[in-house]
């Protein structure tokens, strides 16, 4: 029996602010691309469109990601982590990832740790 | 000028609850293992012992990973991200990490996502 989207969707741990946590990653080169945040129905929209689609927090609203920029995140598979508050989502990454350009949000800022004595 | 691990920490935005999210990734395979959270001690913590430290939510302390099980994750580099509220840790992982005994705390868990039509 298929599990249906509703049921995918009520397995989720979702946070107080109704929120999962999205960590996006390249499917081939596996390089970490960004996190995100999808409420439910960004969640199930991501689920059966095939696009990721999140939950902006600053502004509110459903950021289908591309549908400005072009840079559009295809959907190659998903999985939800032992506790059910993170999800991973398989991507083919369309143009750079990041809202400054980059491939990856994690591109510029090294923080460089550093073993004391 | 080497900037210090207080500036480092500066730079991070931390939540409402004072916790940032840390993705961990193996350094060579890139496999994603986990995500966890920290607030700034154990971003302090992490940031100079050369192990990965979290902040466990739900027993509200310190978790040094690989203390209780010996799975361990040796930190190789740490980067932020473009909006300052997440960490990608690279890590050598000893073992498996997830507390289930899988490799990855995504292992058991496919959520597969298909586009309707």
């Given amino acids: 029996m298929t ?3 509703d049921d995918k969707i009520a397995r989720v741990a979702f946070n107080a602010d109704g929120l999962v946590a999205a960590i996006v990653q390249q499917w081939d080169t596996r390089e970490v691309l960004m996190l995100g945040w999808m409420d439910a129905e960004a969640l199930r929209r991501t689920l059966t469109q095939g696009r990721v689609t999140y939950w902006s927090r600053s502004r509110q609203k459903y950021w289908r990601k591309g549908d400005t920029s072009g840079h559009y995140q295809e ?3 998903m999985r939800l982590d032992c506790d059910g508050d993170a ?6 990454q369309h143009g750079p990832a990041c809202h400054t350009g ?3 949000c994690f591109d510029a800022d090294d923080l460089s740790p550093v073993v004391e004595g």
């Fill in 3 to 5: 599990e249906s989207v």
């Fill in 75 to 77: 959907v190659r598979g």
């Fill in 87 to 92: 999800i991973l989502v398989s991507v083919e």
């Fill in 102 to 104: 980059t491939r990856a």
